[in-house]
């Protein structure tokens, strides 16, 4: 495999994040919980966020449509946060061993520019990477090909010398779609794995 540069989606690749974080205790269940993300809080409407849309429109416009829940849906931004939860494990010193090896390393996310701002320099692991391409900056998401497009030009990369690392199987078919090397993460072990099966590590 030849791979000059590595790839990294950030949402629970290098930094874990799940609404059941706030949800669940709220709810008192994880069914509860789930019903809410699933019908209200969508991962669709969190989407529009990442895209570029202000949390604070994106808030008003589900509160005007399901005025009963205006509580709960106010609570996921306001709450963002609490939705954080530690590194995923392994990560940055996988990252590390991948810089030390002399790879560029860049990340391309789907997350707003309002909430990547409270994280961006909490977590060293983001500050090993060479560059980053925001979908909340660029206003499209994975997996679609623009975004994919953006990273590749801006950063002057050839597709087929780029790997991709992300847990959205979606998005690992849309980087393979544009001639980038993509793998489906799943934990750190299993990726250093597969990187050394590759001889990149």
């Given at each position: 495999?030849?791979?000059?540069?590595?790839?990294?989606?950030?949402?629970?690749?290098?930094?874990?994040?799940?609404?059941?974080?706030?949800?669940?205790?709220?709810?008192?269940?994880?069914?509860?919980?789930?019903?809410?993300?699933?019908?209200?809080?969508?991962?669709?409407?969190?989407?529009?966020?990442?895209?570029?849309?202000?949390?604070?429109?994106?808030?008003?416009?589900?509160?005007?449509?399901?005025?009963?829940?205006?509580?709960?849906?106010?609570?996921?931004?306001?709450?963002?946060?609490?939705?954080?939860?530690?590194?995923?494990?392994?990560?940055?010193?996988?990252?590390?061993?991948?810089?030390?090896?002399?790879?560029?390393?860049?990340?391309?996310?789907?997350?707003?520019?309002?909430?990547?701002?409270?994280v961006?320099?909490?977590?060293?692991?983001?500050?090993?990477?060479?560059?980053?391409?925001?979908?909340?900056?660029?206003h499209?998401?994975?997996p679609?090909?623009?975004?994919?497009?953006?990273?590749?030009?801006?950063y002057?990369?050839?597709?087929?010398?780029?790997?991709?690392?992300?847990?959205?199987?979606?998005?690992?078919?849309?980087?393979?779609?544009?001639?980038?090397?993509?793998?489906?993460?799943?934990?750190?072990?299993s990726?250093?794995?597969?990187?050394?099966?590759?001889?990149?590590?």
């Amino acid at each position: 495999m030849t791979v000059d540069t590595i790839i990294f989606d950030f949402g629970n690749v290098l930094l874990e994040w799940d609404p059941h974080r706030i949800y669940d205790s709220y709810f008192g269940s994880r069914e509860k919980a789930s019903w809410f993300i699933e019908n209200i809080c969508t991962p669709e409407w969190n989407g529009e966020v990442d895209a570029g849309k202000s949390i604070a429109q994106a808030t008003q416009e589900l509160v005007a449509r399901h005025p009963v829940w205006e509580k709960e849906i106010r609570m996921y931004f306001d709450r963002w946060i609490e939705m954080i939860g530690s590194p995923v494990e392994g990560m940055y010193e996988l990252v590390n061993s991948v810089k030390a090896k002399g790879y560029r390393t860049l990340g391309l996310t789907n997350w707003s520019l309002e909430t990547f701002r409270l994280v961006r320099y909490e977590y060293p692991v983001f500050s090993l990477m060479d560059g980053m391409v925001i979908s909340g900056e660029e206003h499209c998401l994975k997996p679609d090909e623009k975004i994919f497009r953006i990273l590749l030009q801006r950063y002057s990369l050839e597709p087929s010398q780029c790997l991709f690392i992300d847990d959205n199987p979606d998005n690992v078919r849309g980087a393979e779609a544009l001639g980038i090397k993509a793998l489906q993460f799943s934990d750190a072990d299993s990726l250093r794995a597969d990187l050394e099966l590759a001889g990149i590590i």
